[in-house]
């Protein structure tokens, strides 16, 4: 490479390239500029000069300098952290170059001598929150520096950067005589703060003498979340962190505490025949002040327009303070006009929720179809029904996922702007048709449409991790922990996930918190166990293997683990009974073969973990998906008879 050029991408074709993507500047420039001219010169010399001298030593390529920075591509994360290092002690010899640089790594389009693409933005972004002779870098690059034990790196945390659609995690290069950013030093160029505004929705009390109308309450208060939600402006609690607090006798105040808002909608409902009456007050927790109060005595078919009435109140008065938005904006969307067909769906989703009877949900939301045949969000929901079915309720994924994909399809024909919609046929998509392209649009779509579903960052989260896309997982799984934490699925699917990706010591710690606030949860036990075991410390595997009750262990995939590693233990007959338990509650309900391959594997029966694979492809078994990434898997999924027929079935879908 010439010295003092710039290398000229090739500007004949447009073509993409995975890049580590390096920004450097110069700190306080202009301001230098305007107080000494020729020092400023002799500054941006050496920058320039130390920049070009050291990039061919580790294969990088200048793409553009531009006033006192510069833009450069590498083929590998480390050598642009090696590079970025260097550079940074060379720029120390006088006269000394203050130089702020960020990294990242991803797909670019190099073309006319130049790049494009997210990833450069990503790379800027980083870069312009770093402080006078700090590295930064983001998730990915850090993932990819994963085995280099000597690099030492600190979280800085995730942020949220203007014009990036996905949060990063961010981290500085910690060896010796780097800077790292304290918390009122990091600056960027971030999306503007919500922390002052915000409102959680509590669940409405039920008043009514049938205590079986809670559930009305609940579906009243989560169709305000849901519209609250869609406003740019405004954080609002997740649904299943405020109704965690339904019985609670907490002061407002202290739920605001945990909740970390500012405001608090509380309300109640009476429901007597066809009268209705709705109570509600809005609090700022910070001094007290009841903003404002009303209640609503109704009939029960005026429900919608009192929901519509609640969310343009809220609007209103916070926007006194908190808002800039136009008052009578529509923020709940009218799922349907028949009273009785939403107060089924209600029920029925009470139901889905607790996943306390699915059958019994189903119902729910086939009668209100059966009144309603336009009812879009019903459908949605049966949909979902199907889906849970076949992950929680033992139910054949050929029987199941086909049902979900005719109700999602009539879904999105009546009403195609339903995100929840379009999250369930990224999923169908996914796990039914094997179309991860098809499922990453939908699940974008979804996000589009309402960027504050914490449901689909989850499920989003574990999309990537299937696709080994980890970092993308893991900014997920906190992005919809951070929209929901109270949530027991965010909290264990962030756990999971950080399982899944081999962060184990973050895994611990997330499981560890979950055990103090569910004691007696067995799915809890078995990760810590199986996390424990996967670091080496096998005497606390078997202490927590220990406590778990023998009637709590289902035929699910978590509680498969402990089997899985009682054979690896030597304890082949205990593993031997739960394979043998399996075998015969086939015969009365789905057992998902992949789990039963696997515990066939552990017992070194090749032939008939092969013969149990085959089947779960011929079931297009979703647990199969699974096998690719779990660590506990590792010695199975590479058996040579094993990769052959995993290769056989990617290549076929």
Not at 190 to 209: G, H, M, R, T, Y
Not at 400 to 408: R, S
Not at 587 to 606: G, K
């Amino acid at each position: 490479m010439d010295q003092g050029k710039k290398v000229q991408l090739d500007a004949s074709l447009a073509k993409r390239k995975l890049a580590a993507i390096v920004f450097a500047d110069i700190a306080g420039y202009t301001a230098l500029m305007q107080k000494d001219e020729r020092s400023a010169l002799q500054i941006l010399n050496h920058f320039r000069s130390d920049i070009c001298r050291l990039v061919s030593q580790f294969n990088g390529e200048i793409v553009q300098y531009y006033g006192d920075g510069c833009l450069l591509i590498f083929n590998s994360a480390l050598e642009a952290l090696k590079y970025s290092t260097t550079l940074q002690h060379s720029l120390k010899t006088v006269p000394e170059v203050p130089v702020r640089i960020g990294i990242h790594q991803g797909d670019v389009v190099a073309e006319g001598g130049n790049i494009f693409g997210d990833n450069v933005n990503i790379a800027a972004r980083i870069e312009s929150m770093s402080i006078t002779g700090s590295i930064l870098l983001s998730a990915k690059v850090r993932s990819e520096l994963i085995n280099q034990p000597d690099i030492k790196l600190k979280s800085l945390g995730t942020y949220e950067f203007k014009n990036v659609h996905e949060p990063i995690e961010v981290f500085a290069y910690a060896g010796e005589g780097f800077p790292i950013p304290k918390k009122g030093e990091v600056v960027g160029k971030f999306k503007s703060s919500n922390k002052e505004k915000s409102i959680a929705v509590l669940p409405f009390k039920n008043q009514s003498s049938d205590k079986e109308q809670r559930f009305f309450g609940e579906g009243i208060a989560e169709e305000i979340i849901y519209g609250l939600s869609q406003l740019d402006n405004l954080k609002v609690a997740g649904r299943v962190s405020s109704f965690s607090f339904r019985e609670s006798q907490a002061t407002l105040s202290e739920i605001a505490a945990q909740l970390n808002v500012t405001n608090i909608l509380d309300g109640s409902i009476r429901k007597a025949g066809n009268r209705i009456r709705v109570s509600v007050q809005l609090v700022n927790v910070t001094d007290g002040f009841q903003i404002w109060t009303e209640r609503f005595d109704r009939e029960l078919e005026d429900i919608f327009s009192i929901q519509d009435e609640i969310a343009e109140k809220i609007v209103g008065k916070l926007k006194l303070t908190l808002l800039g938005l136009e008052r009578g904006q529509n923020l709940i969307s009218r799922k349907t006009n028949d009273v009785q067909a939403y107060e089924l769906y209600l029920r029925g989703r009470s139901y889905l929720d607790r996943r306390s009877d699915i059958e019994q949900a189903l119902s729910c939301f086939n009668q209100a179809i059966s009144i309603d045949p336009n009812f879009a969000a019903a459908y949605t929901s049966v949909a979902y029904a199907y889906f849970y079915k076949v992950i929680f309720d033992n139910y054949a994924p050929r029987d199941g996922f086909p049902k979900a994909a005719i109700a999602i399809e009539k879904a999105l024909s009546l009403d195609n702007s339903i995100a929840e919609a379009h999250t369930m046929q990224g999923l169908v998509d996914f796990y039914f048709h094997h179309k991860p392209e098809k499922a990453r649009q939908e699940y974008e779509k979804s996000l589009l449409l309402q960027p504050k579903y914490a449901d689909t960052y989850r499920i989003k989260a574990y999309f990537h991790v299937m696709l080994q896309e980890n970092d993308l997982a893991i900014i997920y799984a906190e992005k919809s922990f951070g929209l929901d934490p109270l949530s027991f699925n965010n909290g264990f699917s962030l756990g999971d996930i950080y399982h899944r990706t081999r962060r184990y010591q973050d895994a611990l710690r997330v499981f560890k918190g979950l055990a103090l606030k569910h004691p007696n949860t067995a799915s809890i036990k078995i990760m810590l166990g199986v996390i424990h075991y996967l670091m080496g410390d096998i005497e606390k595997t078997t202490s927590i293997f220990s406590l778990i009750d023998q009637e709590s262990i289902g035929t699910d995939l978590y509680s498969n683990d402990r089997f899985v590693i009682a054979a690896r233990l030597g304890d082949t007959t205990l593993t031997r009974s739960h394979l043998d338990y399996l075998l015969s509650a086939r015969a009365d309900t789905y057992i998902h073969p992949t789990i039963i391959a696997i515990l066939y594997f552990s017992l070194e029966d090749n032939e008939n973990g092969i013969e149990l694979l085959q089947q779960a492809i011929r079931e297009r078994d979703p647990v199969l998906h699974m096998v690719n990434i779990l660590p506990l898997w590792d010695d199975y999924k590479n058996l040579p008879a094993v990769q052959k027929l995993l290769t056989s079935w990617n290549s076929a879908v």
